[in-house]
């Protein structure tokens, strides 16, 4: 999924007190949108019709998705609840939400949005949830139910969605140079022999062999993050980082092989790959359906994304999106209900075949169908994809966002030879902690 969807955290702060004062009431009432009290039972009747609403919270998802993978399943086995899905904008946000008491029942949430959620007070440990209902987490990859649990073990969500990387090529330049097409199990140094070799002129066109997105994609593997989400202090100026930050510039620094824009977004990344066509080699995040749109115009495949040679068969972090159960919600066990729905074995296949998501699920049925029905994806390496794993989620922090821009502006510079590599490590730190200071 490509880029931390978190907001700052002098926001989730000024809002914390809004968020406590929506879950304040006590007992067995709520409020609701227009501050009545409301019974709350905790349960609703199998024939009383309820709407819970949806918040996409940084978990995209179409409006042809929402509707295969959550309400027309919801409402075929649970006819009584309906779902109203409510999308960000300019004048809808989560805190205009909050401000107005309109909080939502559910939040389509990246693992990486979690932290922000509890500063703001709206997550709910829904274990007695699971138990009451005999939902079994035994289903679910272990590393994505591990990164929607806290410490203490609080369970704050299920996973319905895993994000991947890969190693998208483009043929026609492998045809043109007469080099064998990218093989599975390749390490960092294998991919970068290749690059080499197509990194050069033709026709007065410049071609670079491979483009690695960020530094910031290739940290996955090792779990990175910029700011200790246990401490809220910058955590760069590590060994990791520094093989990090040395790997991508090695790429870049193959002469013609430079981005136009270090740093870029994975999205940037994904349209130079389909409208310049002159990048042989992408590792990045999940381009499918970017790069399926250009299938036409684009002779692509994938490959595995390398691996560095102390994490083989490692191709990121997890990257999950999640249904988080609100706090403030009167419906819980109706919410559990689209839980069990949505990441149920017939929804999962169905969201595999049918959108190319990863499941987070365990079994090998949704890999072996993944993209079955997608018409891009017809002929292409998709297991591939299957043969990594992912590290860990590290824990995040509120201010990760904030660190991330400092952070890639010192890989910017580094890599432009502006400063050597610990003094760009050790300044990111130090002004990563100063901004984190500024908005406590």
Known sequence: MNGQRMLCGSIFLSFALVAAGCSGTSGATTQSGNGDPQPQSGKTASNVPVTLK?????????????????????????????????????????????????????????????MGLKQQDLLMDITPHVKSQSFNLTRFN?????????????????????????????????????????????TWEDAIDLARQLTQQDGGVQYRGLDPASSYVMSFPYSLAYVDGKSDKASMDNEKWKQVFELAKSILTIPGNMQP????????????????????????????????????????????????????????KLDSHNIIVSKTTKFPDAAMNVIEVVTSDEVQLLS?????????????????????????????????LFKSAVSPSPTYSIYETDGKKIGQQAF??????????????RQADEEINKGIAGKK
């Open 261 to 316: 824009n270090p740093e870029p977004s994975a999205a940037a990344s994904g349209n130079l790959f389909i409208k310049e066509k002159n990048v042989a080699m992408l590792a990045s995040t999940n381009l499918m359906a970017q790069i399926g749109s250009a299938a036409d115009t684009v002779n692509w495949d994938i490959a595995q994304y390398p691996s560095y040679k102390d994490k083989p068969n490692i191709s990121g």
């Open 142 to 186: 272990p590393v994505a139910i591990d990164a929607v649990k806290s410490e203490q073990g609080q369970l704050y969500g299920i996973p319905y969605a895993m994000q991947f990387n890969a190693l998208y090529y483009n043929k026609d330049i492998f045809d043109k140079f007469g080099k064998s097409y990218p093989k599975d199990g390749m």
């Open 412 to 425: 910017r510079d580094y890599a432009a030879g502006k400063v050597d590599l610990n003094t760009a490590l």
């Open 54 to 114: 949806v918040f996409q919270n940084g978990a995209e998802i179409s409006d042809e998705d929402f509707q295969m993978m959550f309400t027309d399943p919801v409402k075929k086995k649970y006819p009584h609840i309906s779902l109203e899905i409510i999308r960000p904008s300019k004048d809808v946000t989560l805190n205009s939400l909050l401000a107005a008491r309109d909080v939502p029942d559910l939040l389509l949430t990246p693992n990486s949005g979690i």
């Open 352 to 384: 595999a075949r049918k959108t190319a998501r990863m499941s987070p699920l365990a079994g090998e049925e949704p890999k072996k169908q993944f993209g079955a029905d997608v018409p891009y994806l017809k002929g292409k390496h998709v297991q591939a």
